[in-house]
């Protein structure tokens, strides 16, 4: 087939250019390297060509706020870096958070480094208040607002847990989609405290893993609200100018890359919520 289209190409080509090409082709058909080649060539572009993108970047012509979007591993992010958490701060690995989600990462992460994790949240709360207490929850008994920060400091890396969804005594963990709007408000604010501000602040798609929103808050709409808000926000006060957006790997197809620059371009002249 491939000759034949070949064939018929050659037949409109002038007499000269013609000899020529079919040179070309009986030295590259005669030579399988020259084929292998320009085979493993050909593949290789159609590769390029159809891979997915998995980042997208928008910055603010009026302003020097950037949003990124892309497939990352959060923990390996330069800047500060958001570990979404239960209102209660625990860190009783496996009895109450999963191993399999990023609190539980994080958590795995300071027993390899040997950090006293508790000691430091226990001396962080302190300059919090509660907001409730609960004798019936199975790790700490103080509940914080959503949104509350415990900044951790490992070596020259800087991380932050926030108070994202609320824990229930029988393990379970569950937030609203209008508490989920406030949680990120808060977080923003509070991320703009001079004591663990960042230029560059990283942050999963909070609660598309082991948490029981509505199925219709899709993944894009919680980008999108983190957009929103993290706009309205660094406008409103100072805190990070450069928002990076770390989608799972198992996310990844739920999102459409190549649009979202637009999509942040009209997001960012729509912050308030």
Not at 139 to 148: A, P
Not at 253 to 267: C, E, K, Q
Request: charged share 20%; net charge negative.
């Amino acid at each position: 087939m491939v000759i034949t289209i070949i064939g018929s190409f050659i037949a409109f080509l002038p007499d000269d250019h013609a000899e020529n090409l079919r040179g070309a082709i009986y030295y590259v058909w005669t030579h399988p390297e020259w084929l292998i080649m320009l085979v493993v060539l050909a593949i290789a572009c159609a590769l390029i060509y159809y891979w997915p993108r998995m980042y997208a970047s928008y910055k603010d012509k009026n302003t020097d706020i950037r949003v990124t979007i892309e497939c990352c591993d959060i923990l390996e992010q330069r800047g500060m870096k958001v570990i979404h958490v239960v209102d209660t701060f625990d860190s009783e690995l496996d009895t109450i958070i999963t191993p399999r989600s990023l609190h539980g990462a994080f958590i795995r992460l300071c027993q390899q480094q040997q950090v006293d994790l508790d000691a430091i949240i226990d001396a962080h709360l302190m300059k919090l208040t509660p907001v409730s207490s609960d004798d019936a929850l199975p790790g700490r008994k103080n509940r914080y607002e959503l949104g509350s920060l415990c900044p951790i400091t490992i070596g020259d890396k800087h991380y932050c847990w926030a108070a994202f969804t609320h824990l229930q005594p029988n393990g379970t963990i569950k937030i609203t989609k209008d508490e989920y709007v406030g949680c990120l408000k808060n977080m923003w604010r509070n991320l703009a405290a001079p004591t663990i501000r960042e230029e560059v602040v990283n942050v999963a798609v909070m609660g598309n893993r082991f948490v029981d929103l509505p199925a219709e808050f899709s993944t894009e709409q919680k980008i999108d609200l983190m957009i929103q808000t993290f706009y309205a926000v660094a406008r409103e006060k100072a805190c990070c100018r450069t928002l990076r957006i770390c989608i799972h790997p198992d996310n990844v197809t739920d999102i459409d890359f190549g649009s979202y620059p637009v999509v942040m371009a009209h997001l960012a002249k729509r912050p308030v919520i």
